[in-house]
């Protein structure tokens, strides 16, 4: 995939979803999910995991009880969900290359920013053994923010970080790993970088910028963010 030039749209900002790209939680949804699909004799796969990656949860609660006809509400399916996220959430770990590109960030003087659909409590769990790097970034905005009418992948998170961070959406580089989250970076006017979750259809990033393996494959002087120095120093 051609990289744009980035001397016309250099990046002064970076944006981050959190789920899957920062912090590996997406396993812990996964077996929770299937605690539940499964006293129904239903499974949970990644024919419906990945309709469902980045979206509000009440939008995907109700696509996974339609999908698999499951006899109870959405509703229900969340309440039970949320009481068994909440003790596994402090155990998820950090991904390959998540920190260190954090701290660079931090060190380099970007302004960074998560944007994520999580909602304030869950993002508190999820980044609790975490919270040395996470304490680097500049914005945080989860899901449940007053600012946020619509959730991924409508744009209303970028803009509300953009916004706080005193971003311009042209020289904001958003990182994502779900189909929702690509659509919403395009939709608020920013650049796309994805790290999908392996088992995903690469066809479904086809409009990002570039589609990495892991947040390690990131060199930011192709973004016109940093020379040698950060390569360095990394």
Known sequence: MQIKDSTDRPVQFVLFDMDGLLLDTEIIYTQVTQSIVG??????????????????????????????????????????????????????????????????LHNHHIPIAVATSSNREFFKSKTSTHQDWF??????????DPEVKQGKPAPDIFNVAAKRLNANPQNTLVFEDAPSGLAAGIAAGMRVIVV????????????AERILNSLEDFNPAEFGILSTEWLTNC
């Open 135 to 144: 304490a680097l970034f500049d914005i945080v905005v989860t899901g449940d």
């Open 196 to 207: 999908p979750d392996p088992n995903m259809d690469k066809s479904r990033y086809r409009h």
């Open 39 to 104: 006293r129904f004799g239903k499974t949970f796969d990644w024919s419906l995991k990945g309709n469902m990656l980045g979206l509000p949860a009440l939008v995907s609660a109700n696509y996974l009880v339609r999908a698999l006809q499951l006899p109870i509400s959405a509703e229900a399916y969340l309440k039970e969900r949320n009481q068994l996220l909440r003790a596994k959430f402090p155990s998820c770990k950090a991904m390959p290359g998540a920190e260190n590109l954090i701290r660079n």
